[in-house]
């Protein structure tokens, strides 16, 4: 299973989202959050393989949480899906780590396409570490 957190200020937005995706198969909604300050050990709780974020947070800033993920031992996945698709800040996106960015008002197809292509791909499986 493919587990994935919300995070968007609009909590109609995170529960369309969380019916949408969530009928997916192979996908499974771990959590969600409105503000950036909660989201990330949120995040880190849930043990979530894909974080879709939308930068734009009335609490925080949700680039915050895509640098962040990005630089996480072992990185986790952001996709950005948001109104403000400029190239401008599709680039600046990029740069602080998202690996996917969607137009919430004319990619959200390519973006669910997306999400059920990570979910059938094959995921390695946990290493167990054992005392020597």
Known sequence: MLKIFLVDDSSPVRR????????????????????????????????ADLVIVDPHLAGGNGMDIVESLARATPPILTMVLTNHSGPAFRAACQRAGARYFFDKTCEYELARDTIQQLADAPRPEPTSCEPV
């Open 16 to 47: 369309r989202l969380s019916a949408l995706i969530g009928a997916l198969a192979g996908v499974v909604i771990v959590g969600e959050s409105e503000e950036a300050d909660t989201a990330l050990g949120c995040i880190r709780m849930t043990r």
